[in-house]
Antibody
Framework: EVQLVESGGGLVQPGGSLRLSCAAS????????MNWVRQAPGKGLEWVSH????????YYADSVKGRFTISRDNAKNSLYLQMNSLRAEDTAVYYC?????????????WGQGTLVTVSS | DIQMTQSPSSLSASVGDRVTITCRTS??????LNWYQQKPGKAPKLLIF???TLQSGVPSRFSGSGSGTDFTLTISSLQPEDFATYYC?????????FGPGTKVDIK
C-alpha cells in the first residue's frame, strides 16, 4: 500500500524551531519529487516547498523562504522540513505529498498531516 | 506567481443537482490544472489532473474541462459523499499555487 506518514508536529513558541518528517512506503520514493503543503485552521491549502528526486531542484513559497529548509534521505525513504524562526502564522496542518509525473504534476498521494501550533 | 481564483466560494445544493465550479488563473497554464476534494479532517484527494483526466477510482459523475486560463469542474449528479471543499491547483509552474476553495454543502 502506498503510504506517506508525517510526524514531528507539536506546540512551539514563536521564534522556535521544529523538524517535520514524512516516511514513505509502498512505492519507489527515490524517483519521485516531493512537496510540503500546509493548511491553517479553517483556511485553504498553501504550497510550501518542493524538492526533486535527487535534491538538485528545491523551491519555496515566499512566505517561508529563508526560514524553512526541505530535504530528503532516499536511503531512508524520508522527507523532512526544518522550520526555524516560527511565527504564529505558521500554525497549520502540514502535509507531505508526492508529485505525480503521470498526473501532469498533480499531488498524489498525500499523508494524513501533522499539526504545528506556534503559540506562547 | 500564478494567481488562482475560484467561484463560487461556497454553494448549497441538493442530492442529484448538477454542480459547476470555475477556476481562473492569472496567466495561461495550458492544461496544467488539477482538482482536489477535501473532506473535514482529511487530506486532499486528487480528483482530476491535466484539466480533464479523472484520477483512477474517481466516479464518472466528476468531469473537468478548460485550458489556458479558464477551467471548470462539474459534478453531474451530486451524491451525499460529494459534500466537501474543492480546490483547483496549477502545476504549470514549480511555484505551485492552489485556488481558495469552493465549499459544497447540503441545501
Amino acid at each position: 500500500e502506498v503510504q506517506l506518514v508525517e510526524s514531528g508536529g507539536g506546540l512551539v513558541q514563536p521564534g522556535g524551531s521544529l523538524r517535520l518528517s514524512c516516511a514513505a512506503s509502498g512505492f519507489t520514493f527515490s524517483i519521485y519529487n516531493m512537496n510540503w503543503v500546509r493548511q491553517a485552521p479553517g483556511k485553504g491549502l498553501e504550497w510550501v516547498s518542493h524538492i526533486s528526486s535527487s535534491s538538485s531542484a528545491i523551491y519555496y513559497a515566499d512566505s517561508v523562504k529563508g526560514r524553512f529548509t526541505i530535504s530528503r534521505d532516499n536511503a531512508k525513504n524520508s522527507l523532512y522540513l526544518q522550520m526555524n524562526s516560527l511565527r504564529a502564522e505558521d500554525t497549520a496542518v502540514y502535509y507531505c505529498a508526492s508529485y505525480c509525473v503521470s498526473c501532469f504534476g498533480g499531488f498524489d498521494p498525500w499523508g494524513q498531516g501533522t499539526l504545528v501550533t506556534v503559540s506562547s | 506567481d500564478i494567481q488562482m481564483t475560484q467561484s463560487p466560494s461556497s454553494l448549497s445544493a441538493s442530492v442529484g443537482d448538477r454542480v459547476t465550479i470555475t477556476c481562473r488563473t492569472s496567466q495561461s497554464i495550458s492544461s496544467y490544472l488539477n482538482w482536489y476534494q477535501q473532506k473535514p479532517g482529511k487530506a486532499p484527494k486528487l480528483l482530476i489532473f491535466a484539466a480533464s483526466t479523472l484520477q483512477s477510482g474517481v466516479p464518472s459523475r466528476f468531469s473537468g474541462s478548460g485550458s489556458g486560463t479558464d477551467f471548470t469542474l462539474t459534478i453531474s449528479s451530486l451524491q451525499p459523499e460529494d459534500f466537501a471543499t474543492y480546490y483547483c491547483q496549477q502545476s504549470y509552474s514549480t511555484r505551485f499555487t492552489f485556488g481558495p476553495g469552493t465549499k459544497v454543502d447540503i441545501k
